[in-house]
């Protein structure tokens, strides 16, 4: 992988637990950390998404176990 002059520092033990995971895969490290890395901040919009679906559904009145009907209704309303 191409670096561009930037460099993060990984604690020993986390560097421990990455280099197996790298040589297992035929990967670097820095591979390995990139792609955790994007995994986590994807989970982390991912949360941020249901958050905001829960908080509308507060708002709304709207319960989990409503969810569904509530998307297909407006599936139906829209034509999909």
Not at 62 to 76: G, K, P, Y
């Amino acid at each position: 992988m191409a670096t561009s002059g930037n460099n993060t520092y990984l604690p020993p033990d986390l560097l421990a637990e990455l280099e197996p995971i790298a040589s297992s895969e035929g990967i670097s490290v820095d591979e390995v950390a990139a792609r955790e890395l994007r995994e986590r901040l994807r989970d982390r919009s991912w949360q941020a998404t249901l958050e905001r679906g829960r908080e509308y559904g507060r708002v709304s009145g709207i319960t989990e176990d409503q969810v569904s009907e509530v998307v297909r209704a407006r599936r139906i309303e829209l034509g999909q």
